[in-house]
Nanobody, 122 residues
Framework: QVQLEESGGGLVQAGGSLRLSCAASRRIFSSATMGWFRQAPGKEREFVAGIKSGIRLSTNTYYKDSVKGRFTISRDNAKNTVYLQMNSLKPEDTAVYYC????????????WGRGTQVTVSS
């Protein structure tokens, strides 16, 4: 089983930026579709961004509509790490962000991190 550890969450003002990192514990990372989900208080968990393995960058990333153009997902296979660069943050982006491995579409995943809190103040 892949173990995932997120870092980089915190408190930021609206319009600011944060970069989340997720380190995977196993080499399986290189062939797994990785992603980020989030869950705000009182709401269901939702997909944010995903990145497939492979080198065709134009087609291997995909995003929730509301974060397109603001968030960028990337991966470093040599470091077994996936990143989520979040720019132009909005209060509605406030949530616990979870790293996930082996995504099943945009609704679930085979492996999950424990989550990191992102709070955007207005």
């Amino acid at each position: 089983q892949v173990q995932l550890e997120e870092s980089g969450g915190g408190l930021v003002q609206a319009g600011g930026s944060l970069r989340l990192s997720c380190a995977a514990s196993r080499r399986i990372f290189s062939s797994a579709t990785m992603g980020w989900f989030r869950q705000a208080p009182g709401k269901e968990r939702e997909f944010v961004a995903g990145i497939k393995s492979g080198i065709r960058l134009s087609t291997n990333t995909y995003y929730k509509d509301s974060v397109k153009g603001r968030f960028t997902i990337s991966r470093d296979n040599a470091k077994n790490t996936v990143y989520l660069q979040m720019n132009s943050l909005k209060p509605e982006d406030t949530a616990v962000y979870y790293c996930a491995a082996n995504l099943i579409g945009t609704t679930n995943a085979g492996d999950w991190g424990r989550g990191t809190q992102v709070t955007v103040s207005s």
